[in-house]
């Protein structure tokens, strides 16, 4: 018996030994057009320089900024959320409610279900 729960042990280990070295299968951006000719893009962090991406889509919208993103600690992306000219709303997670606060967000009180990073603008 301890034999076998040492084996499991050690194949538990080394599926868990991998390098954190992207795959030739991964696509760094990619653009996709929707039926309406709406683009919709996606990023990946932080090789893509997200930060700076989305600072700049929020401080673009027209007319309406809707984001659910679990932690918000980018100041340059919380300026953005800052806009009284649009409809602007954000729903967060009840763990940084409070880093958040000035921003008014929907918050998912008593579960942590909420753990999404995306943003819809003017959509």
């Known amino acids: 018996m301890k034999k076998i729960v040492f084996l499991v042990l050690i ?5 868990g030994c991998t390098t954190n070295e992207p795959t030739g299968h ?7 057009v929707m039926e309406d000719e709406k683009r919709m893009e ?5 090789q893509d320089g ?3 991406k989305l ?12 984001c659910a ?3 918000l600690d980018l100041p340059e992306v919380k300026d953005a959320l800052k806009r009284d000219d649009i409809d602007v709303k954000l729903v967060t ?3 940084n409610e409070k880093s ?6 929907v918050v998912n009180f008593g579960y942590q279900l909420t753990h999404n990073k995306f943003c819809v603008v003017d959509g």
Do not use: N, W
Request: glycine share 2%; aromatic share 6%.
């Open 100 to 105: 958040s606060a000035e921003l008014k967000p």
């Open 11 to 15: 194949v538990v280990l080394i599926s």
């Open 93 to 95: 997670d009840v763990d």
């Open 69 to 71: 993103l679990f932690d």
């Open 50 to 52: 997200c930060r700076e």
């Open 55 to 66: 600072a700049g889509l929020l401080k673009s919208a027209k007319q309406s900024i809707h």
């Open 26 to 32: 991964v696509t760094k951006k990619s653009t996709v």
């Open 42 to 46: 996606v990023y990946f962090c932080p």
